[in-house]
């Protein structure tokens, strides 16, 4: 679940808000109404980090990873042949 509330309202509670991060939550900081921060876990910050260096062209493969068995899925997404775009039928 997602909790938004303003600068002054976090500061005012950030200890609470940490408990709620810690539970599972995750909080927005919102500015005159503007979503300006987030407080996450650690693990949804790494996820972000992953995302964000596998870029838009990353891929299945480039996301696969930080789990027991995964180093075999991205292996076997790598391996696997691509081809151009699919042929569309035709449905008229």
Known sequence: MTIAMSVAEAKATLSE??????KGEQIVITRHGKSVAALV?????????RLRA????GGLASLAGGWEGSD???????ASPRGGRRATPNLD
């Open 54 to 57: 596998a870029g838009p062209q």
């Open 72 to 78: 075999e899925l991205v292996g076997a997404i790598e």
């Open 41 to 49: 876990s650690p693990e949804d910050l790494e996820h972000l980090k």
């Open 17 to 22: 808000r940490i408990r709620d991060v810690e």
